[in-house]
Nanobody, 119 residues
Framework: QVQLVESGGGLVQPGGSLRLSCAAS????????MGWYRQAPGNQRELVAD???????DFADSVKGRFTISRDNTKNTVYLEMNNLKPEDTAVYYC?????????????WGQGTQVTVSS
């Protein structure tokens, strides 16, 4: 069973930085797409960034140039580095893992970590 454990959320002032981490259990990390979604109150969950097993990255337009995503397959961990944070980045951030098509259950989610950007 896949488990995802997030860490690194918190309260930060506008313009500040945070780094989120997500550690995955199991032996499927290296073949998975990893990523981060976020959900603010009253909004739908939206993709923030993801990184494929071969390192291709995708970002939401709202975070391009400010956020970076990376992965360490030796530690089964994906990171989201968030810089120049804005109040509109405030949300619960969820780590997700997406497996290849030959798996019956492809999508797995972490429990979420709160990021609050406020002065």
């Amino acid at each position: 069973q896949v488990q995802l454990v997030e860490s690194g959320g918190g309260l930060v002032q506008p313009g500040g930085s945070l780094r989120l981490s997500c550690a995955a259990s199991g032996s499927i990390f290296s073949i998975s797409t990893m990523g981060w979604y976020r959900q603010a109150p009253g909004n739908q969950r939206e993709l923030v960034a993801d990184i494929t097993s071969d390192g291709r990255r995708d970002f939401a337009d709202s975070v391009k140039g400010r956020f970076t995503i990376s992965r360490d397959n030796t530690k089964n961990t994906v990171y989201l580095e968030m810089n120049n944070l804005k109040p509109e980045d405030t949300a619960v951030y969820y780590c997700y893992l997406h497996l290849p098509p030959y798996y019956s259950v492809r999508d797995h989610w972490g429990q979420g970590t709160q990021v609050t950007v406020s002065s």
